[in-house]
T-cell receptor
Framework: DGGITQSPKYLFRKEGQNVTLSCEQN?????MYWYRQDPGQGLRLIYY???????QKGDIAEGYSVSREKKESFPLTVTSAQKNPTAFYLC???????????FGPGTRLTVL | QKEVEQNSGPLSVPEGAIASLNCTYS??????FFWYRQYSGKSPELIMS????GDKEDGRFTAQLNKASQYVSLLIRDSQPSDSATYLC?????????FGKGTTLSVSS
Protein backbone atom coordinates (compact mmCIF):
# COMPACT_ATOMS: atom_id res chain seq x y z
CA ASP A 1 0.00 0.00 0.00
CA GLY A 2 1.80 3.09 -1.27
CA GLY A 3 1.54 6.42 0.42
CA ILE A 4 2.84 8.99 2.85
CA THR A 5 2.57 8.57 6.60
CA GLN A 6 3.02 11.17 9.28
CA SER A 7 3.27 10.65 13.00
CA PRO A 8 2.07 11.47 15.48
CA LYS A 9 -1.38 12.71 14.46
CA TYR A 10 -1.53 15.03 17.46
CA LEU A 11 1.46 16.44 19.36
CA PHE A 12 1.65 18.66 22.40
CA ARG A 13 4.75 20.64 23.22
CA LYS A 14 5.72 22.54 26.31
CA GLU A 15 7.44 25.91 26.05
CA GLY A 16 11.18 25.50 25.38
CA GLN A 17 10.96 21.94 24.08
CA ASN A 18 12.14 20.63 20.75
CA VAL A 19 9.85 18.14 19.05
CA THR A 20 10.30 16.03 15.92
CA LEU A 21 7.56 15.23 13.42
CA SER A 22 7.95 12.10 11.35
CA CYS A 23 7.27 11.78 7.60
CA GLU A 24 7.78 8.57 5.65
CA GLN A 25 6.91 7.73 2.04
CA ASN A 26 7.08 4.50 0.08
CA UNK A 27 6.26 6.04 -3.30
CA UNK A 28 9.93 6.14 -4.34
CA UNK A 29 9.61 9.91 -4.77
CA UNK A 30 12.77 11.98 -4.95
CA UNK A 31 11.35 15.23 -3.57
CA MET A 32 9.80 15.86 -0.17
CA TYR A 33 8.35 18.96 1.44
CA TRP A 34 7.13 20.35 4.75
CA TYR A 35 4.33 22.89 4.95
CA ARG A 36 2.63 24.70 7.77
CA GLN A 37 -1.05 25.64 7.68
CA ASP A 38 -2.68 28.05 10.10
CA PRO A 39 -6.47 28.44 10.42
CA GLY A 40 -7.94 30.22 7.41
CA GLN A 41 -4.54 30.46 5.77
CA GLY A 42 -2.87 28.85 2.81
CA LEU A 43 0.04 26.46 2.97
CA ARG A 44 3.44 27.94 3.67
CA LEU A 45 6.61 26.09 2.70
CA ILE A 46 9.04 25.40 5.54
CA TYR A 47 11.71 23.19 3.95
CA TYR A 48 12.06 21.02 0.88
CA UNK A 49 14.43 18.33 -0.30
CA UNK A 50 15.04 17.46 -3.92
CA UNK A 51 17.27 14.44 -3.25
CA UNK A 52 18.80 12.50 -0.39
CA UNK A 53 21.30 14.45 1.72
CA UNK A 54 20.14 17.76 0.31
CA UNK A 55 17.53 20.20 1.57
CA GLN A 56 16.68 23.87 1.13
CA LYS A 57 14.90 26.50 3.21
CA GLY A 58 11.43 27.52 2.19
CA ASP A 59 9.60 30.72 3.01
CA ILE A 60 9.37 30.24 6.80
CA ALA A 61 12.36 28.07 7.83
CA GLU A 62 13.31 29.99 10.98
CA GLY A 63 12.91 27.84 14.10
CA TYR A 64 12.75 24.59 12.14
CA SER A 65 15.31 22.02 11.05
CA VAL A 66 15.20 18.93 8.82
CA SER A 67 17.33 16.03 7.66
CA ARG A 68 17.17 13.75 4.62
CA GLU A 69 19.42 10.78 5.33
CA LYS A 70 17.14 8.32 3.56
CA LYS A 71 14.99 8.72 0.46
CA GLU A 72 11.93 7.54 2.35
CA SER A 73 12.23 9.81 5.36
CA PHE A 74 12.14 13.57 5.93
CA PRO A 75 11.70 14.41 9.63
CA LEU A 76 11.00 17.96 10.79
CA THR A 77 12.21 19.29 14.14
CA VAL A 78 10.38 22.23 15.63
CA THR A 79 12.87 23.94 17.90
CA SER A 80 12.32 26.21 20.88
CA ALA A 81 13.36 29.10 18.62
CA GLN A 82 10.03 28.82 16.79
CA LYS A 83 7.92 31.27 18.77
CA ASN A 84 4.48 30.35 17.50
CA PRO A 85 4.56 26.69 16.49
CA THR A 86 0.90 25.80 17.04
CA ALA A 87 -0.32 24.78 13.57
CA PHE A 88 -1.20 21.91 11.25
CA TYR A 89 1.95 20.47 9.67
CA LEU A 90 1.76 18.74 6.31
CA CYS A 91 4.39 16.62 4.62
CA UNK A 92 4.25 16.04 0.88
CA UNK A 93 6.26 14.25 -1.77
CA UNK A 94 6.55 14.32 -5.55
CA UNK A 95 8.25 12.19 -8.19
CA UNK A 96 10.58 15.05 -9.00
CA UNK A 97 10.86 18.52 -7.57
CA UNK A 98 7.92 20.88 -8.26
CA UNK A 99 5.88 18.08 -9.83
CA UNK A 100 2.44 17.01 -8.61
CA UNK A 101 2.57 16.70 -4.83
CA UNK A 102 0.86 14.14 -2.67
CA PHE A 103 0.21 14.91 0.96
CA GLY A 104 0.39 12.91 4.16
CA PRO A 105 -2.44 13.06 6.72
CA GLY A 106 -0.79 15.82 8.76
CA THR A 107 0.31 16.41 12.35
CA ARG A 108 -1.48 18.91 14.53
CA LEU A 109 0.98 20.52 16.95
CA THR A 110 -0.20 22.44 19.98
CA VAL A 111 2.00 24.36 22.40
CA LEU A 112 0.81 24.15 25.99
CA GLN B 1 5.75 38.67 -5.27
CA LYS B 2 4.25 35.65 -6.96
CA GLU B 3 0.66 35.11 -5.88
CA VAL B 4 -2.36 32.95 -6.49
CA GLU B 5 -5.61 34.72 -5.62
CA GLN B 6 -8.84 32.97 -4.72
CA ASN B 7 -12.10 34.26 -3.30
CA SER B 8 -12.27 32.80 0.20
CA GLY B 9 -16.03 32.31 0.00
CA PRO B 10 -18.04 30.62 1.24
CA LEU B 11 -19.54 29.73 -2.10
CA SER B 12 -22.94 28.22 -1.47
CA VAL B 13 -24.74 26.13 -4.09
CA PRO B 14 -27.75 23.78 -3.90
CA GLU B 15 -27.32 20.07 -4.46
CA GLY B 16 -27.27 19.22 -8.15
CA ALA B 17 -26.10 22.67 -9.27
CA ILE B 18 -22.82 23.58 -10.94
CA ALA B 19 -20.18 25.06 -8.64
CA SER B 20 -17.65 27.38 -10.26
CA LEU B 21 -14.38 28.05 -8.47
CA ASN B 22 -11.92 30.57 -9.83
CA CYS B 23 -8.37 31.70 -9.28
CA THR B 24 -5.91 34.13 -10.86
CA TYR B 25 -2.15 33.95 -10.77
CA SER B 26 0.47 36.67 -11.08
CA UNK B 27 3.47 34.82 -12.56
CA UNK B 28 3.20 34.64 -16.36
CA UNK B 29 5.89 31.97 -16.29
CA UNK B 30 3.56 29.53 -14.52
CA UNK B 31 3.37 26.30 -16.45
CA UNK B 32 1.33 23.83 -14.43
CA PHE B 33 -1.77 24.23 -12.34
CA PHE B 34 -3.39 21.99 -9.75
CA TRP B 35 -6.64 21.88 -7.84
CA TYR B 36 -6.66 20.25 -4.40
CA ARG B 37 -9.66 19.54 -2.19
CA GLN B 38 -9.23 19.82 1.56
CA TYR B 39 -11.85 18.70 4.05
CA SER B 40 -11.81 20.39 7.44
CA GLY B 41 -9.00 19.01 9.58
CA LYS B 42 -7.66 16.80 6.77
CA SER B 43 -4.81 17.05 4.31
CA PRO B 44 -5.22 18.26 0.70
CA GLU B 45 -5.98 15.68 -1.96
CA LEU B 46 -5.32 16.21 -5.65
CA ILE B 47 -8.38 16.57 -7.86
CA MET B 48 -7.09 17.87 -11.17
CA SER B 49 -3.96 19.06 -12.91
CA UNK B 50 -3.92 21.15 -16.08
CA UNK B 51 -0.97 22.22 -18.18
CA UNK B 52 -2.30 23.72 -21.42
CA UNK B 53 -4.97 26.23 -22.39
CA GLY B 54 -8.50 24.92 -22.64
CA ASP B 55 -10.63 22.47 -20.72
CA LYS B 56 -9.78 19.20 -19.05
CA GLU B 57 -12.58 16.97 -17.84
CA ASP B 58 -12.52 14.17 -15.28
CA GLY B 59 -15.90 12.85 -14.22
CA ARG B 60 -17.91 15.66 -12.64
CA PHE B 61 -14.87 17.96 -12.58
CA THR B 62 -13.68 20.27 -15.36
CA ALA B 63 -10.58 22.41 -15.06
CA GLN B 64 -10.20 25.40 -17.36
CA LEU B 65 -7.02 27.32 -18.07
CA ASN B 66 -6.58 30.64 -19.85
CA LYS B 67 -2.93 31.65 -19.77
CA ALA B 68 -3.53 34.94 -21.60
CA SER B 69 -5.87 36.03 -18.80
CA GLN B 70 -3.82 34.21 -16.11
CA TYR B 71 -7.00 32.52 -14.99
CA VAL B 72 -7.78 29.01 -13.81
CA SER B 73 -11.16 27.62 -12.88
CA LEU B 74 -12.71 24.43 -11.59
CA LEU B 75 -16.29 23.48 -12.42
CA ILE B 76 -18.08 20.83 -10.38
CA ARG B 77 -21.20 19.51 -12.05
CA ASP B 78 -24.09 17.90 -10.14
CA SER B 79 -22.65 19.18 -6.85
CA GLN B 80 -23.12 16.89 -3.87
CA PRO B 81 -23.01 17.66 -0.13
CA SER B 82 -19.83 15.55 -0.02
CA ASP B 83 -18.19 18.19 -2.25
CA SER B 84 -18.38 20.67 0.64
CA ALA B 85 -14.74 21.46 1.36
CA THR B 86 -12.03 24.05 0.74
CA TYR B 87 -10.52 24.00 -2.75
CA LEU B 88 -6.90 25.08 -3.17
CA CYS B 89 -5.57 26.42 -6.46
CA UNK B 90 -1.83 25.91 -7.03
CA UNK B 91 0.48 27.22 -9.74
CA UNK B 92 3.93 25.96 -10.61
CA UNK B 93 6.60 28.07 -12.27
CA UNK B 94 10.03 26.53 -12.49
CA UNK B 95 10.90 25.33 -8.99
CA UNK B 96 8.24 27.41 -7.24
CA UNK B 97 4.86 26.07 -6.17
CA UNK B 98 2.45 28.81 -5.12
CA PHE B 99 -0.66 27.91 -3.13
CA GLY B 100 -3.79 30.02 -2.99
CA LYS B 101 -5.56 30.35 0.36
CA GLY B 102 -8.52 28.38 -0.88
CA THR B 103 -12.23 28.81 -1.56
CA THR B 104 -14.71 27.19 0.79
CA LEU B 105 -17.59 25.47 -1.00
CA SER B 106 -20.83 24.59 0.76
CA VAL B 107 -23.35 22.36 -1.02
CA SER B 108 -26.77 22.26 0.61
CA SER B 109 -29.13 19.31 0.28
Amino acid sequence: DGGITQSPKYLFRKEGQNVTLSCEQNLNHDAMYWYRQDPGQGLRLIYYSQIVNDFQKGDIAEGYSVSREKKESFPLTVTSAQKNPTAFYLCASSQVFADTQYFGPGTRLTVL
Amino acid sequence: QKEVEQNSGPLSVPEGAIASLNCTYSDRGSQSFFWYRQYSGKSPELIMSIYSNGDKEDGRFTAQLNKASQYVSLLIRDSQPSDSATYLCVSQAGTALIFGKGTTLSVSS
